[in-house]
């Protein structure tokens, strides 16, 4: 008796530790958005601008869904409690980090694309492209606990809480460019994802707002 009792009371400790969302581990998405990128590297040749500016633009296209995800993960689980969203939440640092990774592949096809054939960014477009990059190197060092500790719980959250929109303003606001010269599909898709990951986050801030 007095042995099974310790026994039957870890019972539903071990099924909730069973049913709780996994943690995705972070070598599984950084695999699998660099093979997103290299598998392209065949069909492209490195040798001429265009090729190399195809890389640059297919990295962050990579990793920009998972950018997506990360951004939206809190206003998916305001909005709609579940285990989906309880996933999402659990591994939302592993999604943001893994945006961070394709960010390195983009930078690094963008250095070569500018030192490689002399191409540049107009003014503008690089003093955002940079203030974008700080913010993505900034929630990148916070994530990790030897760093992140030497902020307050209050200045983290707003570091993370404001970078996110930045980067979230800056891929909207690249998108709404290309969609005003080129008028393709895919730029088209690609503002729309993002505009609906901004209607998330103001439909969840509404809803949190009622509540409290
Ligand atoms: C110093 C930092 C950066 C530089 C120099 C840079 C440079 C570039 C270049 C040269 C292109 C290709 C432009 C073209 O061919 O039209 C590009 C595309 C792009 N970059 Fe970056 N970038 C930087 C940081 C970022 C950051 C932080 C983001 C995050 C939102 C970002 C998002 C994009 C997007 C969304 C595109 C367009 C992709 C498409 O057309 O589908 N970049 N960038």
Redo the contacts with the bound molecule.
Sequence with gaps: MHWNAPIQSSIPLLTAARMAPKTVPFALLGALVSAAIVVRLPFVSLRTSAGT?LM??HS??CA?PF?IIAFSASSISTLWRGRLSQWLMRNRRQFGLTFALG?LW??AF?LY??FGFG?S?NRL??SL??V??D??MALTLTSFRPIARHLSVQSWRLLHRTGMYV?WA??TY??LL?VKYYRDP??ET?LLILLCAGSLRAAAWYRARRHN
């Design positions: 500016e640059v633009v962050i296209r920009l950018f960010m983009h930078m963008v694309f500018f191409k960014l477009a690089l492209d940079i974008g990059l913010f993505v980067i800056l891929a690249l998108y290309d895919l730029h690609a």
